[in-house]
């Protein structure tokens, strides 16, 4: 969480900041923070509140063009939001000033020896401590900012991406990481520090991405070195060349990124798809598989571990793995996964989901499976992020960049790679018959256009959300594989709506969540044609009966639930595996609207950030 940005070279360095800032406020938004240095002087401002507030303020805090800047946007940690603890932080002489995205967990240990020293300290936040531990580092030791900032570094437990600059040596900033990300974006004569890519890339599509324990110092005139903090060794920067564009970034004539995601999930999946499947062929090419398929057709079982939304649809793939490649499947959710001292052996074969790429609790879940001697198989959309490069192998969702906090064409996508990979074993084992087979491939190929249709039921969604607004809480119910997706349904309402929402296996209703029902209460039913229909339509009679409010996405034509619920909504036909890909999208409009009409904030919803890098 917490988003940095750091530019340094011949332009003016505010623009530069400021709507880098913007594009990483996913990342956290409940204060931010901006220090220019023009060779001489620094001007700071920073508040509480949004990259919006912070220009306000920067009007009258900010009177200089510095050619060197860093910002910040932060999801807080340690002490509260507020302008105080915003970020940057400077030194107790002023010289050092710092940008900062982790934890640093013995702060208070460090704090302590530095008050003794006669240190004061202005806000509650570990980065003002790190930050002076870097002076104090630089002071005893009589050494220059880089070395300061490795031995201080090697002092601290914790987590960060930072950037540092001294106001002596007008020509540098120090950048540093360990488990949170960190991009260098090189130009002509000019570099630029970011969490990711997005602030820099109408400047450059060259970017060196800084592994775990690696630290740079970014000179002006100077090639990147890059440095080991453990001891000093030198690494080669890998350039990599971006391809990721300025559209893709933007909202494109939406509203929100949070609809404009929702929308492009037809592209999204086929984009997941495409070079992949190729239906015509019979074939299903995925190169992280393809390689290693000994190692999937040999697993023991196959582990699934995951945070949230990405958890929902490992959920779903625990189901298709199963049911097609008749492969044993455990979904974890990596927090728990990774304290619970799991039973690992060699022949498990761990999938890790992520669209960041960056949840720290799935980082942390795959390090252990690794040193117990899992294959780890990654599915991420950031490419280069640190699960991307810490996994065996693994295979990208090429959804494009996901902006809104809330999960959207994430969740389908994924569903989609894991859809791919479970046919493909399906078929290498003959656990699947090969016109079976053949029907899967060619449905997956057609539902980017099925799920245009059911965007179609926009409006209808718009008028349901208009019936709804008001609830205090809402009940997702679905069987099968669509259980995953009332999962889903609830946690994308709750997120962004703040109504209090539960996703049930529909028959668990019997066992509590009945008791919930009267003529308050909406309950959104998947009851499509093909998932345990006549059981579904058992439960809606029970909800009826007791007058609860029906919202049912069922299958195109239906009439029986038809009958029976107070809105319904169509999605078209497809084999049961593909209905989650379908039946997402309405609870995902149907959220967006209530979010929308109750006046939240949807693509930043309180209290959230995009990419959990603390546990
Ligand atoms: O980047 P990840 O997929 O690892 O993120 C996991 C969760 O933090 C994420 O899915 C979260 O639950 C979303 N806000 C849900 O919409």
């Not at 609870?587 to 919803?605: E, F, K, T």
Request: charged residues 25%; hydrophobic residues 40%.
């Amino acid at each position: 969480m917490c988003g940095i940005v750091g530019y340094i070279g011949h332009r003016d360095a505010y623009p530069i900041i400021i709507k880098g800032l913007e594009r990483l406020e996913y990342r956290g938004y409940d204060s931010a923070g901006i220090v220019l240095f023009d060779g001489k002087d620094t001007n700071l401002a920073k508040t509480k509140g949004k990259v919006e507030d912070l220009k306000n303020k920067s009007n009258t805090t900010i009177s200089i063009d510095g050619k060197l800047g860093l910002g910040h946007t932060r999801w807080a940690t340690h002490g509260v939001p507020n302008d105080v603890n915003s970020h940057p932080h400077y030194s107790n002489s002023g010289d050092l000033v710092i940008i900062h995205n982790g934890i640093i967990e013995n702060y208070e240990s460090i704090k302590k020896a530095l008050i003794k020293r006669g240190y004061v300290f202005h806000s509650d936040t570990d980065t003002e401590v790190l930050v002076n531990l870097i002076e104090e580092v630089k002071k005893q030791e009589g050494v220059k900012l880089g070395k300061a900032v490795q031995i201080a570094l090697n002092q601290v437990v914790g987590a960060y991406a930072i950037a540092v600059f001294d106001k002596n040596k007008s020509d540098e900033i120090v950048v540093a990481r360990l488990g949170s990300p960190l991009a260098i974006g090189i130009g002509e004569n000019e570099y630029f520090i970011a969490s990711d890519a997005s602030p820099f890339i109408e400047f450059t599509n060259n970017a060196v991405y800084l592994e775990d324990e690696e630290m740079a110092i970014v000179r002006l005139g100077k090639e990147i070195k890059l440095r080991k903090i453990k001891d000093d060794a030198i690494a080669y920067p890998n350039i990599l060349e971006l391809q990721m564009n300025l559209e893709e970034i933007e909202k494109g004539g939406y509203d929100h990124f949070m609809l404009k995601e929702i929308y492009e999930q037809p592209r999204a999946i086929l984009d997941t798809y495409r070079g992949r499947l190729l239906a015509d062929q019979g074939l299903i090419k995925m190169a992280g598989i393809d390689q290693n398929l000994e190692k999937f057709l040999n697993a023991n079982r196959i582990i699934i571990v995951a945070c949230g939304t990405s958890w929902h649809a490992g959920l779903v793939a625990e189901y298709i793995f199963e049911d097609l490649a008749r492969i044993p499947v455990e979904v974890e959710y990596a927090s728990e996964f990774r304290y619970r001292n799991p039973v690992i052996t060699e022949n498990d074969v761990l999938i890790a989901i992520s669209q960041s790429g960056e949840t720290a609790d799935t980082l942390a879940a795959i390090k252990m499976a690794k040193e117990r001697g899992a294959f780890v198989f990654g599915v991420c959309n950031v490419v280069g992020s640190s699960i991307a490069r810490e996994t065996d192998a693994g295979a990208y969702t090429h959804a494009g960049p996901e902006i809104g906090v809330a999960s959207t064409k994430a969740f389908t996508t994924q569903i989609t790679v894991l859809t791919l990979i479970a046919l493909k074993l399906a078929k290498e084992k003959g656990s699947i018959s090969e016109s079976k087979y053949h029907e899967f491939l060619v449905e997956l190929e057609g539902i980017p256009a099925k799920v245009e249709k059911t965007l179609a039921s926009n409006a209808l969604l718009e008028d349901i959300a208009e019936v709804y607004k008001d609830s205090s809480n809402c009940l997702y119910l679905g069987r099968g594989y669509n259980f995953p997706v009332a999962l889903e349904g609830a946690l994308k309402l709750k997120e962004i709506s703040y109504i209090h929402a539960e996703g049930y296996p529909a028959a668990e209703m019997k066992h509590g969540p009945i008791a919930l029902i009267d003529e308050e209460m909406p309950v959104v039913v998947i009851a499509t044609r093909r998932g345990h229909y006549e059981k579904v339509v058992s439960n809606i009679q029970e909800i009826k009966s007791r007058s609860g409010k029906i919202i049912a996405v069922v299958t195109e034509g239906d009439v029986q639930v038809t009958e029976l619920a107070d809105h319904v909504v169509e999605v078209p036909e497809t084999s049961e595996p593909l209905t989650p890909l379908l039946t997402t999208i309405p609870l995902q409009l149907l959220s967006y609207h209530i979010a929308l009409m109750r006046g939240c904030n949807v693509d930043q919803p309180r209290n959230l950030a995009k990419s959990v890098t603390v546990e």
